[in-house]
């Protein structure tokens, strides 16, 4: 009945009544669905999310192969090498020589390689934040398909709200947002973890008052401040999950506080990029602007995109720039020629305060531009 408290089970089929779908390459059942199906609020039902996962009262379980293992996987030692003697802050380097062209097939082979890579990076009682997009999905679902970690007492979060879009190639069926990623990579670890999603929309009514419900709230993440987050990078252009609501005029429920901000931006993003080139990049979907390699925006074009990501930041709920900087060490997962700038810009930023890269996996094409750009 309404005003009861929800008992276990309820609590369990709620979150199995959100996911099940994914099970036949459907999207999540939405949270207004839910509080239609079930009678209650919406803070009640995203509520029940958090505690069925926090509570281990349901878990995400693999149960067949979402992706192919790369096989003939090389590696460029001399470019790894070279990133590293460029950028001194950085950890480590793995730079792929993949054989494929396209872009979803890029990024399964750099989430692959991340993958294996894991291993070696994950510390035991590490928490681990999850971003959202290709990258992370891609070295998730490759994890996946190794032996599984034994680690004593991991928790995982999710570091951004959803967007609840479809994925680039639909053939694939499956989400790309970051509580996907954080219930699925629950399934690579031996041992009992914690997990903790946001179950909310990206930019929910409300910021301050749907932040503070959930851990990205300032008091509650500076108790669990990530040791490693992985997390790719976006840019607001082609096939990013902003830019194609823009295209689509279809912002849906997600999108639809910040979508006449989020236009305008688009706007000015198109007028000003190129091959190699676009203004507005984004981590986690917090968004960032980049300078040009060559020649200069006019001072009135850079002001304008700045207060515009500025106004759209202010109402994402996702990780803020200070939550960002805290993070011990991000694990990147991105390649493409169109993300060069994006990923140099960050790793100049990790020579300063400002982000803290630990290790970046990106294809050697990528990697090739990110060394010769001038900047």
């Given at each position: 009945?309404?005003?009861?408290?929800?008992?276990?089970?309820?609590?369990?089929?709620?979150?199995?009544?959100?996911?099940?779908?994914?099970?036949?390459?459907?999207?999540?059942?939405?949270?207004?669905?839910?509080?239609?199906?079930?009678?209650?609020?919406?803070?009640?039902?995203?509520?029940?999310?958090?505690?069925?996962?926090?509570?281990?009262?349901?878990?995400?379980?693999?149960?067949?192969?979402?992706?192919?293992?790369?096989?003939?996987?090389?590696?460029?030692?001399?470019?790894?090498?070279?990133?590293?003697?460029?950028?001194?802050?950085?950890?480590?380097?793995?730079?792929?020589?993949?054989?494929?062209?396209?872009?979803?097939?890029?990024?399964?082979?750099?989430?692959?390689?991340?993958?294996?890579?894991?291993?070696?990076?994950?510390?035991?009682?590490?928490?681990?934040?999850?971003?959202?997009?290709?990258?992370?999905?891609?070295?998730?679902?490759?994890?996946?398909?190794?032996?599984?970690?034994?680690?004593?007492?991991?928790?995982?979060?999710?570091?951004?709200?959803?967007?609840?879009?479809?994925?680039?190639?639909?053939?694939?069926?499956?989400?790309?947002?970051?509580?996907?990623?954080?219930?699925?990579?629950?399934?690579?670890?031996?041992?009992?973890?914690?997990?903790?999603?946001?179950?909310?929309?990206?930019?929910?009514?409300?910021?301050?008052?749907?932040?503070?419900?959930?851990?990205?709230?300032?008091?509650?993440?500076?108790?669990?401040?990530?040791?490693?987050?992985?997390?790719?990078?976006?840019?607001?252009?082609?096939?990013?999950?902003?830019?194609?609501?823009?295209?689509?005029?279809?912002?849906?429920?997600?999108?639809?506080?910040?979508?006449?901000?989020?236009?305008?931006?688009?706007?000015?993003?198109?007028?000003?990029?190129?091959?190699?080139?676009?203004?507005?990049?984004?981590?986690?979907?917090?968004?960032?602007?980049?300078?040009?390699?060559?020649?200069?925006?006019?001072?009135?074009?850079?002001?304008?995109?700045?207060?515009?990501?500025?106004?759209?930041?202010?109402?994402?709920?996702?990780?803020?720039?200070?939550?960002?900087?805290?993070?011990?060490?991000?694990?990147?997962?991105?390649?493409?020629?169109?993300?060069?700038?994006?990923?140099?810009?960050?790793?100049?930023?990790?020579?300063?305060?400002?982000?803290?890269?630990?290790?970046?996996?990106?294809?050697?094409?990528?990697?090739?531009?990110?060394?010769?750009l001038i900047g």
């Amino acid at each position: 009945m309404r005003g009861k408290p929800l008992t276990d089970e309820e609590i369990a089929q709620i979150a199995l009544d959100r996911f099940r779908p994914l099970k036949d390459g459907m999207r999540e059942t939405s949270i207004e669905a839910l509080k239609e199906k079930w009678g209650r609020p919406k803070n009640t039902i995203t509520s029940a999310l958090r505690r069925a996962f926090k509570g281990r009262l349901v878990e995400m379980t693999r149960t067949e192969k979402t992706t192919r293992t790369p096989t003939n996987l090389d590696r460029a030692p001399d470019l790894e090498i070279e990133l590293k003697r460029r950028y001194p802050s950085l950890f480590g380097a793995i730079v792929v020589r993949t054989k494929e062209t396209s872009s979803d097939r890029i990024h399964r082979d750099l989430g692959y390689a991340m993958a294996c890579e894991l291993g070696n990076i994950i510390p035991h009682n590490a928490t681990i934040g999850l971003g959202s997009g290709r990258g992370p999905y891609y070295t998730v679902t490759a994890l996946n398909q190794m032996p599984r970690l034994s680690r004593d007492g991991i928790t995982l979060m999710s570091l951004t709200g959803a967007v609840y879009p479809e994925t680039h190639d639909e053939r694939l069926n499956v989400l790309l947002d970051a509580d996907f990623h954080t219930g699925l990579l629950g399934v690579s670890f031996s041992k009992p973890l914690t997990q903790r999603m946001i179950s909310y929309p990206i930019a929910p009514n409300g910021i301050e008052k749907t932040r503070r419900d959930t851990w990205l709230e300032e008091k509650e993440f500076h108790e669990h401040v990530p040791t490693v987050a992985i997390v790719g990078v976006g840019v607001l252009r082609g096939r990013h999950r902003f830019y194609e609501a823009v295209k689509k005029n279809n912002p849906g429920p997600a999108l639809a506080p910040i979508f006449a901000d989020l236009k305008k931006l688009v706007d000015l993003a198109d007028k000003h990029s190129n091959d190699i080139y676009c203004p507005v990049a984004d981590v986690c979907n917090r968004l960032y602007y980049i300078d040009p390699s060559r020649g200069m925006l006019p001072d009135s074009t850079k002001r304008n995109i700045l207060t515009l990501i500025s106004h759209i930041n202010e109402q994402l709920l996702t990780i803020n720039e200070e939550q960002l900087r805290m993070i011990g060490g991000l694990l990147l997962v991105a390649g493409t020629r169109d993300k060069a700038m994006a990923i140099r810009s960050l790793l100049e930023d990790s020579e300063s305060p400002r982000v803290r890269l630990q290790v970046v996996c990106i294809d050697a094409p990528t990697a090739e531009l990110i060394l010769n750009l001038i900047g």
